[in-house]
């Protein structure tokens, strides 16, 4: 594997960043995404977290930041050296002043008026944590692509059977789809752990079925190995997942992403359940009448 340079001679000079430019300036994300196939594969945890949370990255210490990533400090500022920083604070710079310029261009409610904070500046923990819920929700739904959501919709409906992979703690979220998907009366399966019971459901996917992988950072090896074999028995393939260079999502044909930003020490997955939810909401509008039927059936049973 190819690595990032770290030799102090192809550094910038002190004070200088390794994106800037005056005329065509590269962000940091970008510079990140394009020397991500060249990262180790701590370094990738880094990078993956750096571009799918730039707010955090931006403003906080390279500790933080490393157990967010789940990998250490030192690992956080080898990477940094390598991109071409003098260490974590310049990169750091180089996410403050991205996450600067987006909000500058954004406007905050569509209206280009001001919305109305949720507290008042003195937020405490509690509020700070809700705030982040809130503004986690908002830009998943801003970002989501409806030809994707349509997309995963249409292969939910036309397929025989879903296999729904997700481990730890994507494995409520698995099974809560599930749940919702068979109060619909459609056949769905969960893939929670390597039992010998889930790995017999591995060795039923066909071509009529559809595996979704979820996945919060880096992915569990069970969920990668369900999306590989779906794609070798031409499955259709989906992934749900907060980051954008996870390798679940690029073994998926449709994919959607998720925001889980969170001042806490555990990622936020609101608008996971959201997205989750809102994605069952769109299966039964499908055929709203057909699928009434179907839920009072089930709860007959």
């Known amino acids: 594997m ?17 994106i800037g430019g005056t005329s065509e300036h590269q962000s940091l994300s970008k510079y990140i995404q394009a020397r991500f196939d060249e990262c180790s594969r701590s370094q990738k945890d880094v990078a993956q977290y750096i571009v799918d949370h730039l707010d955090e990255a931006a403003f906080q210490t390279a500790e933080e930041l490393a157990r967010r990533a789940n990998t250490s400090s030192s690992t956080v500022v080898r990477f940094s050296q390598a991109l071409g920083f003098e260490g974590f604070p310049e990169l750091q710079a180089a996410a403050r002043e991205e996450y600067r310029r987006l909000h500058a261009k954004a406007p905050s409610n569509g209206t280009g008026t001001s919305s109305t904070p949720l507290f008042s500046l003195d937020q405490n923990e509690f509020e700070t944590a809700l705030t982040a819920d809130h503004l986690n929700v908002e830009d998943t739904a801003r970002k989501v692509s409806r030809s994707s959501v349509e997309a995963l919709i249409e292969a939910i409906v036309g397929v025989e059977r879903v296999l729904v992979a ?21 056949r769905v399966d969960v893939v929670a752990s390597p039992s010998q019971e889930a790995l017999s459901r591995l060795g039923r996917i066909d071509a009529e079925t559809l595996v979704i992988g979820l996945s919060a950072g880096r992915p569990h090896p069970l969920v990668v190995r369900a999306m590989k074999l779906a794609r070798h028995r031409k499955a259709r393939t989906a992934a749900i997942t907060d980051a954008t260079l996870s390798e679940v999502a690029k073994l998926a044909q449709i994919k959607l992403y998720y925001s889980s930003n969170s001042p806490a020490y555990v990622r936020s997955h609101t608008a996971l359940l959201s997205l989750i939810q809102a994605l069952a909401y769109g299966v039964y509008a499908q055929d709203s009448a057909q699928y009434d039927d179907r839920i009072k059936a089930f709860r007959l049973k």
């Open 2 to 18: 190819k690595r990032l340079a770290t030799n102090t001679a192809e550094r910038p000079a002190a004070g200088h960043s390794p």
């Open 166 to 186: 997700g481990t730890d703690q994507m494995a409520f979220f698995a099974s809560y789809l599930r749940h919702l998907l068979m109060l619909l009366d459609l």
